[in-house]
């Protein structure tokens, strides 16, 4: 089994992603927030690039079944139900809605890696379930890390090293990328304060700016949830 890392959606080979278990990752705050709604009981997430793609898709759908989610600049969407905060996706707001979600990194990154036989959704709250997911797929694994407008993001990169070394810990004998091994380092000489590590982010300074302290706090929670979220590529959407 070999286990690498794409820092960046952006830089992403999508002719390598095709066929492999693809974990997409976007701690702050994409990949936390779907996980949170589909452990809430939401239906399903429709991930979708633009704005309008969203209002169109919703458009498709019966009234009442469905939230608008997302964000731009970190901020809600005029006209959405809900932001990109995970908090926001309680099982009050979110069970049995599909939500209609854009993001500026995360929904990207899922849309790079649709070439992969199978796109799985993590975040630190579901870490050791995701990787569990994928080593028993027995594939070659790629992490993909959304990063930041196409940059290296740090909460991104220490997750990936965390469910790097949770593979790794399941399969010894797994041959390991180069980043992948660096991004293993890295989480081993951090794992006992990782916030720390992650507040040097970029991005975790823009929640900050904008008062999200407690978003940033609940997505470094470890494995709180044990779904597995997934792309069902039949009906485009991400389900448990
Ligand atoms: O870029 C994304 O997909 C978002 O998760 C970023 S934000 O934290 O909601 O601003
Ligand atoms: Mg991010």
Redesign the pocket.
Known sequence: MHIDVFPTAGGADQEALAGKTVLII?V??????ITTALANGAAAVLSVLTIDAAREAAACLPPGTFLLG??R???KIPGFDL???PRQYTREAVAGKTIVMT???????IKKALPAAKLLIASFLNARAVAREAWQRGTDIYLLC?G?RNRFSLDDAACAGMLVNYLQEMEPQARLGDLAFTLRQLYLSHQEDLPHLISHAS?YQ??VDLG?EA?IAYCLQQDIYHVVPWLDKEQNLIVL
């Open positions: 976007d702050l705050r994409a990949t936390s927030t997302g964000e600049k970190a901020l932001d990109n905060s993001t500026t990194n995360g929904t990207v990154a959304a930041t991005h823009r929640l999200l978003d």
